[in-house]
């Protein structure tokens, strides 16, 4: 059976989905996204991905497509039709379809585009390279200068993450200036004793909504945050390091460029935190 996705306020099989070649996301990437995970057949962390989309949305100045309440039935709606116990929720919200190309906006504005689907992922919670913990490299960030909003426009990050397969590792640190920015579609951290170090929210990063959950947590467990810049040398030298995003939760990282962290397993901190972390979005997903 194909899954049903939604298109611009229908439900459809994915085989007759269409998006019109006009539409500014598909030309110009003038596209926002956000992926929602869904554990035991709810979604974790809904209010942070709706409110950092309306900001994205604001950025860009594009209307939202919906409302807050009917974007979450859409979530909910999807999951439901597709039988999804663990898995994915992709949203994308373009600027819509003008008719014709033009680098300038539509004017007067046109109606946004919203597309959604989902992605089935049984045992996500229990993936078992959060056991192994991945390895990464470092190379340069070559991005545009808004990564704080999450546009489509992901090029890069896939080059990115095709030269970490080349190399025969997880993912990739984006190096800018001497300093991790982040990874390609992660928030970046290293650990020393019992002080977690990550970039501080600028344009440069994205504001990761796993990250805030994920930092408010550790506070809580009475574990140091420093928000700074930090290079890969440090990173070397670290105890422990790890990522998060919405799809990897808390992802421990035992290799950068080579260099083995610690015992060469994830480490305490980033195991518990990934813990913590999927313990507490389970009792409060919607």
């Known amino acids: 059976m194909s899954r049903i996705v939604y298109v611009n306020g229908d439900y459809v099989p994915e085989e007759e989905a269409k998006v019109s070649i006009f539409d500014r996301g ?33 950025e860009l100045q594009m209307d939202a497509p919906v409302t807050d309440d009917e974007l979450l039935e859409i979530h909910r709606e999807l999951v439901k039709r597709n039988g999804i116990t663990d898995g994915l929720v992709y949203l994308q919200v373009t600027r819509g379809n003008p008719g014709d190309r033009d680098f300038a906006f539509p ?45 489509t426009q992901l090029l890069y990050p896939s080059l990115g993450k095709m030269m ?50 994920v930092l ?14 930090f290079t890969i040398e440090e990173a070397k030298d670290a105890d422990e390091a790890f990522v998060t995003s919405a799809s990897a ?19 305490p901190i980033a195991a518990r935190l990934r813990e913590i972390y999927i313990e507490e979005s389970r009792k409060v997903a919607v």
């Not at 408010?216 to 810049?229: G, N, T």
């Open 26 to 58: 598909f030309l110009m990437a003038d596209a926002v996204y956000e992926v929602t995970s869904v554990l035991d057949g709810k979604l974790i962390d809904f209010a942070g991905h709706r409110a950092r989309l309306g900001r994205s949305l604001t």
């Open 107 to 151: 004017n007067p504005a046109v109606k946004p585009g919203l597309f959604l689907f989902t992605q089935s992922k049984p045992g996500l919670a229990d993936a078992p390279a959060a056991k192994a913990g991945w390895k990464i490299i470092s190379i340069p960030d070559e991005r545009w200068g808004r990564r704080d909003i999450k546009t």
């Open 164 to 213: 970490a397969k080349k190399a025969g590792v997880d993912d990739a640190w984006l190096v800018e200036d001497g300093f991790v920015t982040e990874g390609t579609s992660n928030n970046a951290y290293i650990v020393k004793g019992r002080r977690i170090i990550t970039r501080a929210l600028s344009h440069d990063i994205l504001h990761g909504i796993t990250r805030a959950a």
């Open 216 to 229: 408010r947590m550790a506070k809580e467990a009475q574990l140091e945050v420093e928000e700074r810049s």
């Open 249 to 267: 939760f808390v992802m421990p990282v035992v290799e950068i460029d080579g260099a083995t962290l610690g015992s060469g397993k994830p480490g």
